[in-house]
Each structure stands twice: as C-alpha cells, then as structure tokens.
T-cell receptor, first 112, second 114 residues
Framework: DQQVKQNSPSLSVQEGRISILNCDYT??????FLWYKKYPAEGPTFLIS?????DKNEDGRFTVFLNKSAKHLSLHIVPSQPGDSAVYFC???????????FGAGTRLTVKP | EAGVTQFPSHSVIEKGQTVTLRCDPI?????LYWYRRVMGKEIKFLLH????????ESGMPNNRFLAERTGGTYSTLKVQPAELEDSGVYFC????????????FGPGTRLLVL
C-alpha cells in the first residue's frame, strides 16, 4: 500500500525556468512533509519541509506548497539550475513518529 | 563531523547466502532507520531504532531479515537466506530526536542477489 505517490517519474526543464514536482498522499494522519534530493551513488539529502499547519514554506529558490484538502503537495524550484538535476523524493510522516513514507521519486533534468 | 556511513557499498551474493549490512550513524544520534529501495521504486521504510530498542519494525518484509543495534551505536541488518527479490539499495539514516528531526542518510548499500 503506497501511501505517498509521485506520478511523474521524470521531468525535464530549461535552465532558468520553473520546475514543479508533484506529490500526492493518501493517509490523512500525515502532518509533516519533506522533500529529499538524491544524486547518483549518494543517499538522499534533506531539502525542505512543511508542517500541516502551513500551506507554504519557502527557502531560497525552493518553495513547497501543501493542499491538505486535496492531499497534494508540490515543490517549486525557481529559477532551475543544471545542478538541480537529481531525483527528488517526497516523504511524509506523523509529527511525533518520524517514520517517513517516501514516494518513488521524480528525476529532474535541467538543461543548460 | 562524519556523516552516516554504510558498509559495504556493494554486495553481490547468490540466492540462499547470508549478507550482513552495517550502518554507523552520526555520533550522538539515538535514532537509526533502515530503508530499502527496490528497482527504482519508492524508498520503503523497514525499521526504526531508538538507541538499542526497536521502536517500529512494521516495514520488515519477513523473518529472513534481522536488524540489531547492540549498545545503541552501529546497527547491522542481516538477510538470511537471501532471495532474488531482496536485491535493491539499502539506506540507513539517523536523527537526533524521535520527533521532528532531520534524518541524515548514508550512501546506501547496493545488494544484488543472483
């Protein structure tokens, strides 16, 4: 039972444009959401998070939006840079649990 | 400060053999997690230690998998006997607290069962 879904396995954008990565979840108990970034042969690294009491969190070029009613979140990268090319994983957890459930990842390619 | 380390980085074994993976968390991190990613699918939670105790092992696939964390420092994950479907990348992560605390991942162990 996959509770976190990333339906786009890949995304390609031009340098300088916006990248939008999407994620859907099914478990209404989730109240903390994260994005991780993964380069080849490395482990995932934390990128940005949002709790369910917010609908937006911004950190530099990265913004995460949360729509609780739709059980949907998205990651916006503006402007996209070639170094952003990686696999991005969406993850969700229950606040006091920290046992994360991940999506399958979206491979982002930013073309120069 | 050293990050999470995992050993070995790669392992190729035959079906029926035993493999033991090791994870050394960041020093001082009481929480240690094991995850597995199979064939480009989602990163799946396996289990969570708080110090030497298993907080949650609901993700362990079956009794061929045994995780230990004696002394609350490093952890081992043993697969015995290994099956073809056990192939994948096994990630370990650690965090300072159990609640909202960033999990830091190791580079993973790539296991191939032939």
């Amino acid at each position: 039972d996959q509770q976190v879904k990333q339906n786009s396995p890949s995304l390609s954008v031009q340098e300088g444009r916006i990248s939008i990565l999407n994620c859907d979840y099914t478990n209404s108990m989730f109240d903390y959401f994260l994005w991780y970034k993964k380069y080849p042969a490395e482990g995932p690294t934390f990128l940005i998070s949002i709790s369910s009491i917010k609908d937006k969190n911004e950190d530099g070029r990265f913004t995460v939006f949360l729509n609780k009613s739709a059980k949907h979140l998205s990651l916006h990268i503006v402007p996209s840079q070639p170094g952003d090319s990686a696999v991005y994983f969406c993850a969700a957890s229950v606040y006091n649990n920290n046992d994360m459930r991940f999506g399958a990842g979206t491979r982002l390619t930013v073309k120069p | 400060e050293a990050g999470v380390t995992q050993f070995p980085s790669h392992s190729v074994i035959e079906k029926g053999q035993t493999v033991t993976l090791r994870c050394d968390p960041i020093s001082g991190h009481d929480n240690l997690y094991w995850y597995r990613r199979v064939m480009g699918k989602e990163i799946k939670f396996l289990l969570h230690f708080v110090k030497e105790s298993k907080q949650d092992e609901s993700g362990m696939p079956n009794n061929r998998f045994l995780a230990e964390r004696t002394g609350g420092t490093y952890s081992t994950l043993k697969v015995q006997p290994a099956e073809l479907e056990d192939s994948g990348v096994y990630f370990c992560a650690s965090s300072l607290w159990t609640g909202l605390s960033t999990q830091y991942f190791g580079p993973g162990t790539r296991l191939l069962v032939l």
